[in-house]
């Protein structure tokens, strides 16, 4: 394939992706007053008697529920994206690596739905009950609709792509472009752009920061099994050959 076949081809799968989640945006609008209360559960039982969400801008609410809709539709077509960006690198892979694009594309959504959910169960209720304690008397803590939905969606975003760093070191690894040794040599590496990928995709908070680093730091040790167990450069593989 040429340069412009695969432009084609590209804007063919962002197209596709496009639709997919404007159907799921369309699907999930209709339950969307039920997903902003589901989104709002870590927060409400720490928030102070009488405090609420509020708004400033007339059309806001109406937005927030449009936002949150797209969302969760692209949440619930996830497995369809990630199928649309497997199957444009596919062209590029093996015959016999090109059977693992189905597989790879469900493990991703499903690495990345995972992920949404840790920072949901486990980060959220941490993170706002930390935030909610430099409340006081005097300073009474009623967060603005627009902000808490883009804090939000923002936080099971980053979870969601971090979650997917196990299946990037496999896909590498099976190109033969890292294997489990090097990975354990960068190790220590690591550990710093884990924090400094968690400085850019968290907001500007230590706790946020520290939830992300660490299962970073736990899915690239994951990463390195999997290089071992699939990477197509291995040392015991090379030993069993001869």
């Given at each position: 394939?040429?340069?412009?076949?695969?432009?084609?081809?590209?804007?063919?799968?962002?197209?596709?992706?496009?639709?997919?989640?404007?159907?799921g945006l369309f699907a999930c609008y209709g339950f969307a007053e039920q997903l902003f209360d589901f989104l709002m559960m870590p927060l409400k039982p720490i928030l102070p008697e009488g405090s609420s969400l509020?708004?400033?801008?007339?059309?806001?609410?109406?937005?927030?529920?449009?936002?949150?809709?797209?969302?969760?539709?692209?949440?619930?077509?996830s497995p369809f994206i990630f199928y649309q960006l497997w199957a444009?690198?596919?062209?590029?892979?093996?015959?016999?690596?090109?059977?693992?694009?189905?597989?790879?594309?469900?493990?991703?959504?499903?690495?990345?739905?995972?992920g949404a959910c840790f920072g949901y169960f486990v980060v959220f209720p941490i993170a706002f009950k930390f935030f909610m304690g430099f409340g006081t008397d005097?300073?009474?803590?009623?967060?603005?609709?627009?902000?808490?939905?883009?804090?939000?969606?923002k936080l099971l975003t980053a979870f969601g792509v971090a979650f997917e760093l196990p299946l990037f070191i496999f896909f590498l690894a099976r190109l033969g472009m890292?294997?489990?040794?090097?990975?354990?040599?960068?190790?220590?590496?690591f550990v710093l752009v884990a924090f400094v990928i968690s400085a850019v995709l968290t907001p500007p908070d230590v706790v946020s920061q520290c939830?992300?680093?660490?299962?970073?730091?736990?899915?690239?040790?994951?990463?390195?099994?999997?290089?071992?167990?699939?990477?197509?450069?291995?040392?015991?593989k090379m030993k069993n050959a001869e």
């Open positions: 394939m040429g340069l412009l076949d695969h432009l084609e081809e590209l804007r063919k799968r962002l197209t596709y992706c496009v639709i997919a989640v404007i159907v509020i708004f400033t801008g007339l059309p806001e609410g109406f937005f927030t529920y449009i936002k949150l809709s797209a969302f969760a539709g692209l949440f619930v077509v444009f690198i596919a062209p590029g892979l093996y015959k016999e690596e090109r059977r693992w694009v189905f597989p790879i594309a469900l493990c991703s959504s499903l690495f990345f739905v995972s005097i300073i009474k803590p009623m967060p603005s609709l627009k902000e808490y939905l883009s804090f939000s969606l890292v294997s489990s040794r090097w990975l354990k040599d960068k190790r220590k590496y939830f992300m680093a660490g299962p970073l730091i736990i899915l690239y040790e994951l990463g390195i099994i999997v290089a071992w167990l699939f990477g197509k450069a291995e040392p015991r």
